[in-house]
């Protein structure tokens, strides 16, 4: 990737603007970010954009809150240059997104109460190709920038395992999100930014210095109604699985659901779906809820 004088320029005044400028544009640029089929329908809004401190404490305690064998950016920027952790740059930045799904897909699921619309299931299919493309424009950018970067969800590196309590991965986005102080877990599980739980996020990982931004959520789950005390349950009507109840998220049952309710993959394709939906959640308790497309305690608390 070749950039102007000028461009250049402007990066290096400004690194922190030049970055979330560059993300924005390229979601609203790329074709990929469209559903060809659908008319070119966008699937994102314009996404929020944040930064963490690579060395932030919250990273080294994410491996009790998680599992020991969760990474820290230094640990992952290391596997991917085949280095110690050591051996990384004194200072390391951790360049967080949320892309907010857009209200036709997220509208499309309101009638829905078994399996999510065929809009909502192909933005988790495509819109992830895109979050790809997105994390590897990143990495091309800043590599040639002369800095190091990776993703460490398309890394060899990154591992999915499953335990009593469920499926979990070493690099756990939605974290990373709330070490970038975009936002707060739920009683759902899923993460509330300041657009909403409807989201996919993404982030890359690099030896650019960027300004930390502010965590300023009281608890990690701070933006959720029921923690908040007023009783929303909207969350759990809306899970056909039975999956959420007010002792939160039983990963297990919302992933058992999918396999037991989609049927084959054959089937799938008749249907006019092109994913296997088995292997993910329905999602549909991210959409006509509170916490859709805002934080819902933004009113309560302000
Ligand atoms: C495994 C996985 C699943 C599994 C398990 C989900 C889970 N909760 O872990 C299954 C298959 C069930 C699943 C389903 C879905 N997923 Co999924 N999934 C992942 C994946 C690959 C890894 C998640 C992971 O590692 N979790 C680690 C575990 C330990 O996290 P956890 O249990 O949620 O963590 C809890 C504790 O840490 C606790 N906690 C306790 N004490 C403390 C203290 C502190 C300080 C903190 C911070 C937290 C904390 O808070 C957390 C919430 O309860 C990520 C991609 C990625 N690499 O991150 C996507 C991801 C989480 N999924 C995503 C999505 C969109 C979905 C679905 C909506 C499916 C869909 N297509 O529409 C459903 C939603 C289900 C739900 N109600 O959450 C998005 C998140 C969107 C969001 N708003 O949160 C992600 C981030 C993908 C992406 N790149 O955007 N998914
Ligand atoms: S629907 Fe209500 S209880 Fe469920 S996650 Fe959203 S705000 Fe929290
Ligand atoms: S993804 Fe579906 S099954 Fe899983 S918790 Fe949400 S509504 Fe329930």
Known sequence: MVLSPQAKASFQAEPAHYIEQEIKSFT???P???LSFMNGLMMYDEPLVRFADGDDPIFSEFKSIIASNHLTPREALAEACNKRPEEMPARLSVISWILPISEKIRRSNYVESRLPSRLWSHTRWYGEIFNDNLRMRLVEF???????????????FFKMRTD??????????????????????????GFISERGIAQRCG????????PASPRTARSPYSNCLFYLGTNCRACIERCPAGAITEKGHDKKKCQQYMR??????????????DNDRSLIGCGLCQTKVPCEYRNPAQKLTA
Not at 168 to 189: I, K, P
Not at 267 to 273: E, H, M, P, Q, T
């Open 28 to 30: 609203t640029a790329s």
């Open 32 to 34: 990929a970010c469209r």
């Open 142 to 156: 800043l590599t040639g920038m002369g800095y190091l970067a990776t993703a460490p969800v398309l890394q060899p």
């Open 164 to 189: 009593e309590n469920g499926p979990s991965s070493n690099w756990s986005e939605r974290h990373v999100a709330y070490a970038a102080g975009h936002g707060t877990f739920s009683l759902s599980d």
């Open 203 to 210: 982030n890359v990982v690099t030896s650019l210095e960027l």
């Open 260 to 273: 037991d309710n989609v049927g084959s993959l054959d089937a799938l394709k008749r249907d006019g779906y």
